[in-house]
């Protein structure tokens, strides 16, 4: 039931400035109570204290929605945590809600200033009940927080304690948003020890916490009063082994605390960094006592589902990197990275690695929620905003091929991997709009070729001189994503016993013209690694064998490296594997010299980089303003792991793994892989092993479920339970 509807937004007055407020009301509960629960939300982010206990363990809450239209709100049993007399204290943040978003500096795109509203329901054991809302009957005082950002890291002063109570004002939002929890809680999530003290060149002292991580140090002193703690977070060294920090744009990423006398344990409490070093700027002793410091990991409380591992340590370490890009960037939403003035929803970030995500971990009510949040900020002419919530606030621009279609590509794969339709019949529509939306904005009907904003294959490395953009012609891109959203829509339709025959006969004039268009006596117009990969991936060849052999070329002639951006990458691997150059896939995993993804482990990173070579084998950087060091859109080679190197794949016809494909493929390089997936009807297991000249598959069904097993020679149909073949 929902409680809040008679309760009032509440916010401080204006003088309070940048200070977070802190709430309270005072209330007697004076008979015995058989239960209560609060309800609570913000315009901002929050965290209520009942009798000086926390309320629950959702960090940054209520999350990040399209708060116009969804605001979460939370329901906690608070019952063992009242008494006879009790105290309810809120205090707010500015959040992602008005707090400052993006590279421009903008603030208060949702909101004019924060503001909280919560319910506290009390059910007596005598069948009677109190509800206690927010209200002109909460009193307001300034808290310790005296400034606090997303970006920028939080100010705080362990002297300052709540007085001078004042009045409440009654902030004006519409009701009619509050939406009950959605996705998953935000939590902390792990702890890493500082491990090193560092003294740099320039004299800095940097703690090392091994791992690059999203979340916050927590940090215990003695100190004296007036004593001051400054430290500022970064995510490496530079090639002097000095403290790094130009990458970070205009993100501040800095905690300032002045302490009280006496011991005093410190974490932010409205504000995350991306690190892995930090820099004691200020700090009262000459002593730096390592245990007293800890990386706290925040994200989004997703079950762990998908591991993998193989004979070759440098890709176990790859796959490490690809599991902690995923841990720091999915915190309510899937970011493109935490550290810099960004950290927002990308799409085209999201859907490059939806199925690798959804292997990982499960991810499914994650994607639900922020799939309505992309349906909510969808323009009514079918546009999809590059980044979801939409802070860009832009339109005819807002669309790129590759971006605009998470709209269709991460709903479908949330359907396979997980198998509930519902997700396919709440985005239908919107990825109906999408696709005629692209449909309207091309020269010819069948093609996206008219003038438009794309961003290409971003930051693919056959880019001119200056340019993020590869060399892949932008409109083939946009026109190889529109049969592909089409080709997804139709499945999807289907699926809902929809009639679709006016969609496939749109996809069949689709592909007409793409090879028409762009495939010339056999060859693509745009002869590059991208172009190949979509056209064969997508199905859009008009001779496979011919396409196949030339994208094969095109990696040999580049000494079997890729050049490839955000959108070849995720496809390049399964378009050599799956049309007959597995061997050549396997090469590019395996490579180790620049460019490829273990160039960045041996270069010692612990998460997947933004650009292929974020750091030069000189340790030199490639770039100031575009150069994350936790970016996981290039993670997405994960999916290959998973559904080529050790075969574990879904089946359209019965999704969710109920029906499983087992189709590895070995590879002379390794002595073995294995990888395992909790599905939801229990572990699917995969490995496979060299010896004595054979290979030996073992695998895994889980109860309830059925499988093809393609193996060299061999095809069979099999039930639940282990399976063992040499072969």
């Known amino acids: 039931m929902n409680y809040l509807q008679d309760a009032s937004f509440i916010s401080a007055p204006a ?9 309270r009301r005072a209330f007697s509960a004076g008979k015995a109570i058989q239960n209560a629960v609060l309800q609570i939300s913000a315009l901002g982010v929050y965290e209520a204290f009942l009798n000086g206990k926390r309320v629950g363990d959702f960090i940054l809450a209520p999350g990040w929605t399209s708060y116009e239209t969804r605001l979460q709100y939370q329901t906690y049993d608070v ?28 603030q208060q795109f949702y909101s004019e200033k924060p503001a909280m509203i919560c319910a506290l329901h009390i059910s007596y054991a005598d069948g009677t009940s109190d509800c206690i809302v927010s209200g002109a009957d909460f009193s307001v005082a300034k808290s310790g927080i005296l400034d606090s950002e997303i970006y920028d890291g939080e100010v705080f002063d362990f002297r300052v304690e709540a007085s001078d109570w004042q009045a409440v004002e009654l902030y004006s939002w519409n009701k009619d948003a509050l939406i009950v929890q959605e996705g998953e809680v935000v939590r902390e999530m792990e702890r890493f020890p500082a491990q090193k003290l560092i003294v740099t060149p320039k004299g800095e002292r940097v703690l090392d916490f091994g791992q690059n991580v999203t979340g916050y140090v927590e940090w215990s002193i003695t100190a004296k009063d007036g004593d001051i703690v400054k430290i500022s977070h970064s995510e490496i060294l530079d090639s002097e082994g000095n403290f790094y920090t130009e990458n970070l744009r205009s993100a501040k990423q800095e905690v300032s605390v002045t302490c009280k006398d006496g011991f005093q344990t410190y974490k932010p409490h409205f504000s995350f960094q991306g690190f892995r070093y930090i820099r004691l700027d200020m700090y009262p002793s000459d002593v730096v006592p390592l245990e ?12 762990r589902t998908g591991y993998f591992s193989c004979s070759n340590d440098k890709i176990n370490q790859l796959f490490h990197n690809i599991i902690y890009g995923q841990k720091g960037n999915f915190l309510d939403v899937p970011t493109d ?21 959804s292997y990982n971990f499960d991810v499914e009510k994650f994607f ?48 396979l991997t997980y198998g509930d339709k519902q997700v396919l019949k709440n985005q239908f529509e919107s990825m109906r709009m999408w696709v005629e939306y692209v449909r309207g904005h091309g020269d010819n009907a069948f093609l996206w070729d008219a003038p438009h904003h794309h961003f290409g294959d971003w930051l693919g490395l ?71 990969a979509v056209t064969l991936y997508f199905g859009l060849a008009v001779d496979v064998a011919v396409t196949a052999k ?11 490296k890729l050049t490839t951006g955000f959108v070849g990458t995720p496809y390049l691997l399964h378009a050599l594997a799956d049309n007959g150059y597995a061997e050549l896939a396997y090469s590019l995993l395996l490579q180790e010299a620049f460019p490829s993804w273990l160039f960045s482990v041996n270069m010692g990173a612990t998460t997947i980089w933004e650009h292929w070579d974020g750091m030069k084998a000189d340790g030199s950087l490639w770039s100031r303003d575009m150069n994350s060091f936790n970016h996981y859109a290039y993670g997405a080679v994960a999916d ?21 494909i087992l189709r590895p493929v070995a590879d002379s390089r390794l002595s073995f892989a294995e990888a395992s997936i909790e599905t939801r009807y229990g572990m699917l297991k995969s490995k496979w092993e060299q010896t004595g000249g054979k290979t030996v598959y073992s695998f895994v069904v889980p109860k309830g479920t059925t499988a093809s097993i393609i193996l060299p020679g061999k095809t069979e149909e099999v039930g639940a339970g282990a399976h063992t073949y040499t072969i």
């Open 15 to 23: 003088s309070f400035g940048s200070v977070s407020p802190v709430f």
């Open 79 to 106: 019952t063992a945590l009242l008494s006879g007399e009790n105290l309810l204290d809120v205090t707010i943040g500015k959040g992602w809600c008005t707090g400052r978003l993006a590279w421009a500096g903008g």
């Open 292 to 303: 007293q410091f800890n990386a706290v990991v925040v994200h989004s409380d997703m079950k």
């Open 337 to 357: 990275c935490p550290q810099r003035d960004e950290r927002l929803g990308w799409t085209g970030d999201a859907q490059v690695f939806c199925r690798t995500a």
């Open 368 to 415: 639900v929620k922020w799939l309505n949040d992309l349906k909510a900020d969808q323009y009514d002419y079918g546009s999809i905003p590059s980044v979801i919530p939409d802070i860009q606030r832009i339109t005819e621009s807002a669309s790129s091929a590759a971006w605009g279609d998470a709209a269709t590509v991460c709903p479908w794969q949330i359907y």
């Open 462 to 532: 056959d880019a001119e001189e200056g340019s993020y953009m590869g060399a892949t012609a932008s409109d083939l891109i946009g026109s190889a994503f529109y049969a592909y959203s089409t080709s997804l829509l139709i499945k999807a339709g289907k699926v809902l016993g929809l009639d679709m025959a006016s969609y496939e006969a749109l996809y069949a004039n689709i592909v007409k013209a793409y090879q028409e268009r762009y495939i010339v006596d056999g060859k693509l117009s745009s002869f590059t690694q991208t172009a190949h």
């Open 550 to 560: 030339d994208l094969a070329q095109l990696v040999i002639d580049n000494g079997n």
């Open 640 to 660: 290959f792991m998973y559904g080529v190197v050790c075969g574990i794949n879904t089946d359209e016809r019965k999704p969710g793994f109920l029906h499983s």
